[in-house]
């Protein structure tokens, strides 16, 4: 049987990292209407992956996933906390503010990707895993040993790097993730290449913004560790 589920807290960190998104600065969020820098749903769902590593380890890391939902911001040293429920289609976790649900993670133990679906191929983008993308856990407040211990990648490259490719193709200007489905099919050792492939599947509007959706699979030299699909507002009402 695999090792219970257990709620964890932290207090959200805006990282640097992403502050090519203005979203993430504290002008840029209030030119869209926030109150204040919006932390990056990437790092939300570091927060969300620290309960299934914590229990069930590299299994989960290297085979399962999940779909996450980013339903409203998390705002930087607002406290987190990860809660867990059970239902009858499976295993849900919330990342709660004051007890206001911001995101959400239906979790998946193990998992077969699916292909990547058809549609207008965009520029792959390539990182190489360096210390940085491997401490990203342990710099927004993730202080799991199990990804230096086992010198990998954090599953929040995945989500990070599929970001990275609607920066290189889609984005001008600030953009929202708000969707993913995340298939883990392997881990990234520290100094391997990572390479995306990717297809974007629609755009389309919607009362928050013109939306995209884009199918991506990732290959670590060669060998494919996680397929995603990302969906993100890419451009914002005026």
């Known amino acids: ?22 979203i993430h ?14 932390v990056a749903g990437t790092t ?31 705002f930087d040293n607002d406290p987190v906390e990860i809660a867990i429920t059970e239902e009858a289609t499976g295993t849900s976790l919330s990342a709660q503010v004051a007890g206001d649900g911001r995101a959400t993670l239906d979790l998946w133990e193990t998992t ?7 549609g207008d191929p965009l520029t792959p983008v390539e990182i190489v895993i360096d210390d940085m993308r491997a ?17 990998i990648a954090h599953p929040v490259t995945w989500p990070n790097l599929a970001n990275s490719v609607f920066i290189e193709n889609l984005v001008t200007g600030p953009w929202i993730h708000v969707r993913s489905k995340i298939y883990h099919e392997g881990v990234a050792p520290v100094g391997s ?22 199918d991506m699979r990732m290959y670590a030299d060669g060998v494919p560790v996680a397929t995603i699909e990302h969906e993100a507002i890419i451009v914002l009402p005026s």
């Open 1 to 22: 049987m695999p090792a219970p589920l257990e709620p964890w807290s932290v207090n959200a960190v805006n990282l640097p990292d992403h502050a090519d998104n203005i």
């Open 25 to 38: 600065t504290d002008a840029g969020a209030r030119a869209a209407g926030f109150e204040r820098a919006l």
């Open 44 to 74: 939300v769902y570091a927060y969300l992956t620290h309960v299934p590593a914590a229990a069930w380890g590299l299994d989960w890391v290297g085979r399962g996933g999940g779909e996450l939902r980013l339903r409203r911001p998390v």
């Open 112 to 118: 077969e990707a699916p292909p990547m679906r058809d």
């Open 135 to 151: 401490d990203y856990g342990i710099r927004c407040g993730d202080d799991l040993a199990l990804y230096a211990e086992h010198d």
């Open 193 to 214: 290449t990572v390479r995306a492939e990717a297809n974007l599947l629609d755009r389309f509007e919607s009362r928050a913004g013109e939306r995209a959706l884009v």
